[in-house]
C-alpha cells in the first residue's frame, strides 16, 4: 500500500498509521476513511484506559450495572446449560470495548458451583492479577492462568468438573505454541490464532461461546453472544478442531466489522497474517 497515510510526530503518530493501514487491508476502505477510524481507534484505547484504572481502583461497586446491555441467544442459552451437571463451557472473548467493566458483568451471572478459571498471557500487563482478585471479591473466585503446560492440565482439570474457561483469542500465537496448528482466514488473509481454548473444548466436550463488548464509553457497553456450538457431533477430534477453528475467526471477523473501531488490537494483526502465511506454507510444503 502507499504510505500516504497521515502521520504525526512521535509513537503515537506511528501506531495512528500501522492502524489505519491495517483498517484498509482488513475492511477494504479508502485511507482517508481509515485514517480517521484510526483516530476512534486510539480515542477508544484512552476510554478503555480511564475504565480499567477505574475497575481496578473500585471494583465491582465503581460499575453501572443498569448500563449494560445483553445481546444474543448465548447468554440465556449456555448458562442455562450449564445448570445440567458437567456440561463445561469455553467462552472466548477479543480485547474489544470496555471489555473490564464487560468481564465483571459476565461474573455477575457465573454459576456459583462451577470452578472458573482464566487463561493470562504470560507477557500480559500486571494488572491483570489484580483484575481477577477483583472479580473474585463480587463473586466466585477465578483461577488465573499462565500459558505453561502446567495450566493447561488445571484448565483441563477446571472443565471436567463442570467448569467454565474464559479466554482472549485475538492475539499472535506465542512462539512455543503447537507448531501444528492449522491457519485460518482473517479477513480474507491466513492467519494464526492460539488455539489452546478450542483444544481444551474439543478434549472435554465442552460448549464453545463467544461474546465482545462494545459500547461508546464504559458507562453505556452492550455485551453480544454467540449462539454456541457443540463439538461434540463432530466424528473425531481434528474434524472437530477444524470446524472451531472456522467458527472462532469467523466470530472474530463479526465482531470485529460490527466494531472496527473499538477493537484495540489493531497493531497485532499484521503478526498474525505473519504467522498464518508461515503456517499456511509449511502445510504445503
Not at 480485547?95 to 459476565?106: A, E, I, N, Y
Not at 482439570?157 to 512455543?176: E, K, M, N, Q
Not at 480474507?188 to 474439543?202: E, K, T, W
Not at 457497553?221 to 456450538?229: K, N, Q
Request: charged share 20%.
Amino acid at each position: 500500500m502507499s504510505g500516504s497515510f497521515g502521520r504525526r510526530g512521535g509513537r503515537r503518530g506511528r501506531k495512528r498509521h500501522a492502524i489505519a493501514h491495517y483498517m484498509s487491508e482488513a475492511l477494504g476502505e479508502p485511507e482517508s476513511v481509515a485514517n480517521r477510524w484510526a483516530a476512534e481507534v486510539l480515542d477508544h484505547e484512552r476510554r478503555f484506559s480511564r475504565d480499567y484504572r477505574e475497575v481496578l481502583r473500585t471494583g465491582a461497586p465503581g460499575i453501572g450495572w443498569d448500563a449494560f446491555e445483553l445481546a444474543g441467544p448465548m447468554f440465556y442459552r449456555s448458562y442455562g446449560e450449564l445448570a445440567h451437571p458437567g456440561r463445561p463451557l469455553v467462552v472466548l472473548m477479543p480485547h474489544m470495548g470496555c471489555f473490564v467493566s464487560g468481564l465483571f458483568h459476565l461474573h455477575r451471572y457465573s454459576p456459583s458451583n462451577r470452578p472458573l478459571c482464566a487463561f493470562r498471557r504470560s507477557e500480559g500487563p500486571v494488572q491483570t492479577a489484580r483484575l481477577f482478585e477483583r472479580l473474585g471479591d463480587s463473586g466466585p473466585s477465578v483461577a488465573l492462568l499462565d500459558e505453561s503446560c502446567d495450566a493447561a492440565v488445571r484448565a483441563y482439570t477446571c472443565l471436567r468438573r463442570g467448569g467454565v474457561l474464559f479466554s482472549f483469542i485475538d492475539a499472535p500465537i506465542h512462539p512455543d505454541s503447537v507448531p501444528s496448528c492449522d491457519p485460518v482466514e482473517l479477513f480474507a488473509m491466513s492467519a494464526a490464532l492460539p488455539d489452546g481454548p478450542i483444544r481444551l473444548a474439543v478434549a472435554t466436550g465442552a460448549l464453545l461461546g463467544f461474546v465482545f463488548v462494545s459500547g461508546s464509553g464504559p458507562r453505556c457497553l452492550r455485551i453480544t453472544f454467540s449462539d454456541p456450538i457443540d463439538l461434540t457431533s463432530e466424528p473425531d477430534q481434528q474434524r472437530a478442531l477444524g470446524v472451531a477453528r472456522r467458527w472462532m475467526a469467523a466470530q472474530l471477523e463479526c465482531a470485529i466489522t460490527a466494531s472496527p473501531t473499538e477493537w484495540l488490537n489493531w497493531p497485532l494483526l499484521g503478526e498474525m497474517w505473519k504467522q498464518g502465511t508461515w503456517r499456511a506454507r509449511n502445510l504445503t510444503s
